[in-house]
């Protein structure tokens, strides 16, 4: 070990999964992964035996956490739904619909903002040159970073919604129940 780490410290980002056994190592590969990949080349990511990462890709697979392309070769991905209803499930969990629906409120207020600010309904709709020569006193990489506020705020608030709904729905269930 050198001098500059130490057992307490994070993973360096070149091996950020040393340490790991092979199932994190494949997990977190498979976190990375943004398009359909071979478990040979999983496999060589994290050095360990492809029979070893189809293995764990079908585990994974069966829970939902990857999806599974069949071919020649058949090909693996991170499924995206699985950790957006992950997420629903924990907001929803985690807090009550009140709390839940006041983020619903904040996120709508801040979404409306930018909706006046920019006289559109959504970032796409907004040609950011010209906001920003609307709004001169904003450069460009403002309008950019109003964009990408406005646009997870959108994303935030449906999560949350979701989870409104889905708490309310389950404590109706547990009142009636």
């Given at each position: 070990?050198?001098?500059?780490?130490?057992?307490?410290?994070?993973?360096?980002?070149?091996?950020?999964?040393?340490?790991?056994?092979?199932?994190?190592?494949?997990?977190?590969?498979?976190?990375?992964?943004?398009?359909?990949?071979?478990?040979?080349?999983?496999?060589?990511?994290?050095?360990?035996?492809?029979?070893?990462?189809?293995?764990?890709?079908?585990?994974?697979?069966?829970?939902?956490?990857?999806?599974?392309?069949?071919?020649?070769?058949?090909?693996?991905?991170?499924?995206?739904?699985?950790?957006?209803?992950?997420?629903?499930?924990?907001?929803?969990?985690?807090?009550?619909?009140?709390?839940?629906?006041?983020?619903?409120?904040?996120?709508?207020?801040?979404?409306?903002?930018?909706?006046?600010?920019?006289?559109?309904?959504?970032?796409?709709?907004?040609?950011?040159?010209?906001?920003?020569?609307?709004?001169?006193?904003?450069?460009?990489?403002?309008?950019?970073?109003?964009?990408?506020?406005?646009?997870?705020?959108?994303?935030?608030?449906?999560?949350y919604e979701r989870a409104r709904?889905?708490?309310a729905s389950t404590e109706t269930?547990?009142?009636?129940?």
């Open positions: 070990m050198s001098n500059t780490e130490s057992g307490d410290s994070p993973p360096s980002f070149e091996d950020p999964f040393r340490g790991d056994d092979v199932e994190q190592r494949i997990y977190g590969t498979i976190l990375q992964t943004r398009e359909p990949t071979t478990a040979s080349d999983i496999a060589t990511r994290v050095e360990c035996d492809p029979k070893t990462a189809r293995k764990y890709l079908g585990w994974f697979t069966d829970l939902g956490i990857v999806t599974r392309y069949d071919g020649h070769p058949t090909t693996y991905e991170r499924n995206d739904a699985y950790f957006e209803w992950r997420r629903i499930n924990q907001l929803a969990a985690e807090h009550s619909v009140d709390t839940l629906q006041k983020r619903v409120r904040e996120l709508t207020e801040r979404i409306d903002e930018y909706e006046e600010t920019y006289d559109a309904t959504t970032p796409a709709a907004v040609d950011a040159v010209a906001a920003g020569e609307k709004h001169g006193d904003r450069t460009i990489d403002d309008i950019y970073s109003d964009f990408g506020d406005w646009t997870t705020a959108r994303e935030e608030r449906k999560r709904q889905q708490r269930e547990q009142a009636s129940g």
